[in-house]
């Protein structure tokens, strides 16, 4: 099964960026869906972006569209995710996942957003 491992979180205040990474033990490009997930506080996990191999498309929800972007990075191997204008409800553990049903993810990494 795929590993995946995570990096990028930390502390940012209110409107701040943060950039995530995801490792993979397996060839990112190769995998059909990878996607980025994540659980706050007392509340189900849900995804927030996803990508397709096949067509190269992207899915946000609707509370991250126009503030975070998902890209692949295929000489790293590496599925990042940028964050910008961070705000207090996007505190969570992030995870990422190599299907889009978030089944296949890595451990996860903590995004803290407060002033």
């Known amino acids: 099964q795929v590993h995946l491992v995570e990096s990028g979180g930390g502390s940012v205040e209110p409107g701040g960026s943060l950039s995530l990474s995801c490792t993979s033990s397996?060839?990112?490009?190769?995998?059909?869906?990878v996607a980025w997930f994540r659980q706050a506080p007392g509340k189900e996990r849900e995804s927030i972006a996803k990508?397709?191999?096949?067509?190269?498309?992207?899915w946000y929800r609707d509370s991250v569209k126009g503030r975070f972007t998902i890209s692949l990075d295929r000489a790293a191997n590496t599925l990042d995710l940028r964050m910008n204008n961070l705000k207090s409800e996007d505190t969570a553990i992030y995870y990422c996942?190599?299907?889009?049903?978030?089944?296949?993810r890595g451990r996860g990494t903590q995004v803290t957003v407060s002033s």
């Open positions: 996942a190599a299907d889009c049903s978030g089944q296949v």
């Open positions: 397996e060839y990112l490009a190769n995998i059909d869906c």
């Open positions: 990508r397709d191999r096949a067509t190269g498309q992207t």
